[in-house]
Nanobody
């Protein structure tokens, strides 16, 4: 059973930075993609950033382009989300996702709160 454990959330002022980590129980090469999603109160879960395990190619939501960076450390089976220039609208629970065929796995989520 795949386990994803997120860490690094917290409370930060607008303009600040946080780095989220997602540690996988197995090799991240076993996943097609890994990504970060977020869900704000009363809103649907949305994709924030995704990285393709084989190539390292990345994709971002328009709302975070230029501010967030997704990366991976294959030796540590860990994916990171560096979040800079945070805005109050970035406040949400952030979830790590790992996708294979046909399964998708989720972490438990980590709260990010950005105060104005």
């Amino acid at each position: 059973q795949v386990q994803l454990v997120e860490s690094g959330g917290g409370l930060v002022q607008a303009g600040g930075s946080l780095r989220l980590s997602c540690a996988a129980s197995g090799s991240i090469f076993s996943f097609i993609t890994m990504g970060w999603y977020r869900q704000a109160p009363g809103k649907q879960r949305e994709l924030v950033a995704i990285i393709k395990s084989s190539s390292g190619s990345t994709n971002y939501a328009d709302s975070v382009k230029g501010r967030f960076t997704i990366s991976s450390d294959n030796a540590k089976n860990t994916v990171y989300l560096q979040m800079n220039s945070l805005k109050p609208e970035d406040t949400a629970v952030y979830y790590c996702n790992a996708h294979t065929v046909p399964n998708a796995y989720w972490g438990q989520g980590t709260q990010v709160t950005v105060s104005s």
